[in-house]
């Protein structure tokens, strides 16, 4: 299951950080399909955080839309993901910038 997105979780400057909004149906179908990569994978791998709560963070992120996959790698970020194609599509990114979670 995501985990909330936390100071803890932005201090460690390396996370995938799934932002949404609790009324947009794009975002539950996002959802979804990040449980089943946590599902397959046997473990959390990302955070999530209500971006009706986060204006802030949102405007210091740039971030343009819901659904938002932010791809964060020691305070740096990488990318963010609008479209959310497959659960194989979204994989991709996982392995791409954390393929520690693959050893």
Known sequence: ?????????????SYLLYIYSPFCGTCHIARSMLEK???IH???LFAEMNA????AFMR?????????????DEHEVKEKIYTFHSVAHMYTYVHKYFPQYFQ
């Open 1 to 13: 299951m995501l985990q909330p997105f936390t100071t803890d979780i932005q201090d460690t400057g």
């Open 37 to 39: 990569i946590e599902e």
């Open 42 to 44: 046997g473990s959390t």
């Open 52 to 55: 009706s709560y986060e204006e």
């Open 60 to 72: 210091a992120q740039e971030i343009e839309s819901v659904p938002c996959l932010l791809i964060v």
